[in-house]
């Protein structure tokens, strides 16, 4: 258990800068915070905390490259997705390298946006991704607070605050955000 999640540390440490790779500490800090709390399978959530992020600092060659092999759509290299391509990527290469499984995959596709009927380990990835100690931002109190009482809730409200600084900087909110957003208000 602890041999992989140190092969994957030194992974990240290798390939990451110094600023990713403390966010990716922090964030698998929280997940494990968060499973406890839940009662979720905490090596999972460390697992996918942990590399949650390893493509975030990928150029585009590398990023049209990884795309082009595994067939997936180009929509991806667009503008409005440079802040959930990442996930995609990290999600083709944890499958390939440490043999992750599908929720796992499937956690660290969309821990950016959620998506709708996310179970336990999804949501924990997401919301440890947006309050680890590290994020500092208006309304990161009541996420903070919100995680441990209510996991849907905090959801909710994350992704209110989320799609209220996109839409303040005029970028587009990709439609995965809306659909998680109304599929936990129902």
């Given at each position: 258990?602890?041999s992989?999640?140190?092969?994957?540390?030194?992974?990240?440490?290798e390939n990451l800068s110094?600023?990713?790779?403390?966010?990716?500490?922090?964030?698998m800090?929280?997940?494990?915070?968060?499973?406890?709390h839940?009662?979720a399978?905490?090596?999972?959530?460390?697992?996918c905390?942990?590399?949650?992020?390893?493509a975030?600092?990928?150029?585009?060659?590398?990023?049209?490259?990884?795309?082009?092999k595994?067939?997936?759509?180009?929509?991806?290299?667009k503008?409005?997705?440079?802040?959930?391509i990442h996930?995609?990527?990290?999600?083709?290469?944890?499958?390939?390298?440490?043999?992750?499984?599908?929720?796992?995959?499937?956690?660290i596709?969309y821990?950016?946006?959620?998506?709708?009927?996310?179970?336990?380990?999804?949501?924990?990835?997401?919301?440890?991704?947006?309050?680890e100690t590290?994020?500092?931002?208006?309304?990161i109190?009541?996420e903070r607070?919100?995680?441990y009482?209510?996991?849907?809730?905090?959801?909710?409200?994350?992704?209110?605050?989320q799609i209220?600084?996109?839409?303040?900087?005029n970028?587009?909110?990709?439609?995965?955000a809306?659909?998680?957003?109304?599929?936990l208000?129902?």
């Amino acid at each position: 258990m602890e041999s992989s999640i140190l092969k994957i540390e030194k992974d990240l440490k290798e390939n990451l800068s110094e600023y990713r790779y403390q966010h990716s500490i922090n964030v698998m800090k929280e997940a494990e915070s968060l499973a406890r709390h839940y009662h979720a399978d905490i090596l999972k959530c460390k697992l996918c905390a942990l590399t949650h992020d390893l493509a975030k600092e990928f150029n585009d060659d590398k990023n049209k490259e990884i795309i082009k092999k595994n067939n997936l759509s180009e929509n991806l290299l667009k503008k409005e997705n440079r802040n959930i391509i990442h996930g995609y990527i990290a999600a083709i290469i944890v499958k390939e390298k440490y043999g992750f499984s599908e929720d796992m995959i499937r956690a660290i596709k969309y821990h950016s946006t959620g998506y709708t009927e996310m179970d336990l380990l999804a949501k924990i990835i997401y919301l440890a991704d947006k309050i680890e100690t590290g994020k500092d931002y208006p309304g990161i109190e009541e996420e903070r607070l919100l995680a441990y009482q209510d996991i849907d809730k905090a959801i909710v409200i994350c992704l209110c605050n989320q799609i209220k600084q996109i839409v303040k900087k005029n970028k587009k909110v990709n439609t995965l955000a809306y659909d998680t957003l109304g599929s936990l208000i129902k």
